[in-house]
């Protein structure tokens, strides 16, 4: 079966920096698009980045744009979150997704086929 692992998440001070990986079994890797989304507590699950399966198209939320660059191995199925200039802002969970489909909305969580379990991101001020 598809499985997506998370890992990198930890705590950090502001202004640090973390790269998350998320890595891939169970499907053709190359064929998916991959997303990164976070939730903090109490608020909804947030579109972060995505990039389609050969890296052509990399879309950013706002909040991302500058400060987190997200990108693919296939040859090790596995995406990554390189974040930089950390916020107390960017505190949540992270989960890496999987979209089997091209869809416009890319930012919606709907779009998306399989999720990972989640890594806790956390900066202190």
């Known amino acids: 079966q598809v499985q997506l692992v998370e890992s990198g998440g930890r705590l950090v001070q502001a202004g640090g920096s973390l790269r998350l990986s998320c890595a891939a079994s169970?499907?053709?890797?190359?064929?998916?698009?991959m997303g990164w989304f976070r939730q903090a507590p109490g608020k909804t699950r947030d579109f972060v980045a995505a990039?389609?399966?050969?890296?052509?198209?990399?879309y950013y939320a706002d909040s991302a744009k500058g400060r987190f660059t997200i990108s693919r191995d296939n040859a090790k199925n596995t995406v990554y979150l390189q974040m930089n200039s950390l916020e107390p802002e960017d505190t949540a969970v992270y989960y890496c997704?999987?979209?089997?489909?091209?869809?416009?909305?890319?930012?919606?969580?709907?779009?998306?086929?399989?999720w990972g379990q989640g890594t806790q991101v956390t900066v202190s001020s």
């Open positions: 997704a999987a979209a089997r489909y091209y869809s416009r909305s890319y930012h919606l969580t709907d779009v998306y086929d399989y």
């Open positions: 990039i389609r399966g050969n890296s052509e198209n990399i």
């Open positions: 169970g499907l053709i890797f190359s064929t998916y698009r």
